[in-house]
């Protein structure tokens, strides 16, 4: 398995509060992703980064913010957690990109927003 | 708009059958089309992955095709096992993007 985790796995939080899920590769990996998913729908593209400081919006960015300040790690900041982001969420890293080599995905986080 | 549906939604057969579900995509310009399995309760992981000029791929039990002209991927299970109950998630990519396009998968039941 690709060295990929995903921390906290589980995690119930209240409405209004910060919440930051981390995703942390050995790979060196240039590429990372946030992704969430939901009950019909495909995955769908929160933030991605494509190198240290370099980050770009996905589909579905609004409520969310990344940081990444070192290439093994993505954070993903919910500011201000609301009941609509209550999904799962993955990371995933690839070496090249899309049209590129394999992407890798983490084990994912269950965030439950009450 | 880059699209990417699968059919079925879900599938129940018994252990030992093949089964074949689909992807139709409309991505465009294309570069490659993964296949990934997702069991539950865990992140996919990948299957197969054909690029442009490649019309089968296999792994094991697993054999994916893929017809460019038409825009049409299919994924084909031999001999099914238990093992085998998942989410099936068709993925593409288009050419110079860093984005994946996710189907939203179909889910498959072995009964034994």
């Known amino acids: 398995d690709a060295g990929i985790t995903q921390s906290p796995r589980h995690k119930v939080t209240e409405t209004g509060t910060p919440v930051t899920l981390r995703c942390h590769q050995t790979e060196n990996h240039r590429y990372m992703y946030w992704y969430r998913q939901d009950p019909g729908h495909g995955l769908r593209l929160i933030h991605y980064s494509y190198g240290v400081k370099d980050t770009d919006k996905g589909e579905v960015s609004d409520g969310y913010s990344v940081s990444r300040s070192k290439t093994e790690d993505f954070l993903l900041t919910l500011e201000s957690a609301t009941s609509s982001q209550t999904s799962v969420y993955f990371c995933?890293?690839?070496?090249?990109?899309?049209?590129?080599?394999?992407?890798?995905f983490g084990q994912g986080t269950r965030l439950t927003v009450v | 708009k880059n699209q990417v549906e699968q059919s079925p939604q879900s599938l129940i057969i018994l252990e030992g059958k093949n089964c074949t579900l689909q992807c139709n995509y409309t991505v465009s310009p294309f570069s490659n089309l993964r296949w990934y399995k997702q069991d539950t309760g865990r992140g996919p992981v990948s299957l197969t992955i054909?690029?442009?000029?490649?019309n089968t791929k296999s792994n094991g039990r697993y054999t994916a095709t893929l017809d460019a002209d038409t825009k049409q991927s299919s994924l084909h299970i031999t001999a099914s096992q238990l093992s085998d109950s998942a989410s099936y998630i068709c993925?593409?990519?288009?050419?110079?993007?860093?984005?994946?396009?996710f189907g939203t998968g179909t889910r498959l039941k072995v009964l034994a």
């Open positions: 995933a890293i690839s070496e090249s990109g899309a049209s590129g080599t394999e992407a890798f």
């Open positions: 993925v593409v990519s288009g050419s110079g993007t860093y984005k994946y396009i």
């Open positions: 054909m690029t442009f000029s490649e």
